[in-house]
């Protein structure tokens, strides 16, 4: 009978890779597994109870608020707090960063950035949703976490992760050392390892893109869509197009199977849509461990400049080879397309 590893067991072996780290990392990552299940019991018993629907508030993205979003994020932020490991926490549904303040994280060396539920306007069709973070270690030696504890670059991420709450609930994270994925077991309340050292194939065959916004799009994100339309035996297209509205759960499809999604620039968003710190960086590193690749369709998003708290990013993630081939049409046929003159360039067609 093969043996079951949980994450905590799992988490306890690979605290070897953190020397500096004394088990605060891994009680960090033991807190957001714990936070997870609690959010996975709230979402599968979602058309029983009363957290279907509307908030009745806004974010401070101007986007509406779900029950749920508003049950993610206490559920997150209480389990951070009381963790004691987490100095800082930055959250999609909250305007500023919360500091924590407390006797227990007074030394915290970490600053966690999280979106509590991605894809929440899913919940009420009942569609796959997930959650995203990245932990960083905080550059301040002592004293109240400041601004540039929480502005880092995706490539000083000390580790990031998903969860994915759909037929079966997992958490997918890496430290840096590969990725691994961990399946929850209802049967004993426990993540238990399902897919060790996740590797994205090299070359897919669907691809992930809002396509209501094509006529918005720069002409290479429009020229890499009907590339993946046209007939080609030799490189298995046409590509078959899948987008669920949750990055999530798009990601976590092509990451098994093998694909690309895309969240351009467009005329209305001239600085992408998406969360730099807590939805593209966490999932660039995930991605980028994997052995797939990540860029805004010029840079690596890992390596961009963090300036604001919820600043916005183009994204394109995914195998390898698709991504490379949409940087090249990105570069062939939208080469002066910047955020600050796209929307005077864009042609529409």
Do not use: W
Not at 253 to 275: E, Q, W
């Amino acid at each position: 009978m093969q043996s079951i590893k949980t994450l905590g067991q799992f988490i306890i072996e690979k605290q070897a890779d953190f020397p500096y780290a004394k088990g605060e990392l891994s009680r960090l990552l033991r807190d957001i597994g714990i936070a997870s299940k609690i959010v996975n019991r709230e979402v599968n018993k979602a058309g029983l109870a009363d957290i279907l629907g509307d908030a009745g508030s806004i974010n401070i993205q101007g986007e509406g608020q779900k029950k749920l979003d508003v049950y993610a994020n206490e559920q997150f932020i209480t389990a951070l707090k009381s963790g004691g490991e987490c100095c800082v926490v930055v959250s999609e549904e909250n305007d500023e960063y919360i500091y924590i303040d407390s006797e227990i994280s007074k030394n915290a060396k970490y600053v966690v950035a999280i979106d509590p539920l991605d894809g929440s306007s899913n919940i009420d069709v009942n569609v796959g949703v997930g959650t995203v973070f990245s932990i960083f270690r905080r550059k301040s030696k002592s004293g109240a976490a400041t601004m540039e504890d929480v502005l880092q670059r995706g490539v000083e991420q000390v580790a990031a992760g998903y969860v994915i709450y759909g037929s079966s609930t997992m958490l997918v994270y890496t430290t840096g050392k590969g990725v691994n994925g961990f399946t929850l077991d209802p049967s004993i309340g426990e993540f238990c390892l399902s897919h060790p050292d996740m590797k994205i194939p090299k070359d897919g065959v669907i691809y992930s893109i809002n396509e209501g916004y094509y006529a918005h799009f720069p002409d290479g994100i429009k020229k890499y869509i009907k590339f993946c339309q046209v007939e080609d035996e030799k490189t298995s297209r046409p590509y078959t197009s899948r987008y669920t509205g949750s990055m999530v759960a798009d990601l976590h499809r092509n990451m098994i199977k093998g694909g690309i999604f895309l969240y351009p620039i467009t005329a209305k968003s001239p600085k992408g849509k998406l969360r730099l710190i807590y939805e593209c960086n966490p999932m660039a590193f995930i991605i980028e461990q994997a052995g797939g690749k990540a860029s805004d369709g010029y840079n690596r998003i890992l390596e961009l400049e963090v300036t604001e708290l919820h600043q916005r990013s183009a994204i394109i993630i995914g195998s390898e080879n698709m991504v490379l081939k949409a940087e090249e049409m990105m570069a062939c046929f939208s080469p002066q397309v910047t955020k600050k003159n796209f929307e005077g360039l864009v042609s529409i067609q």
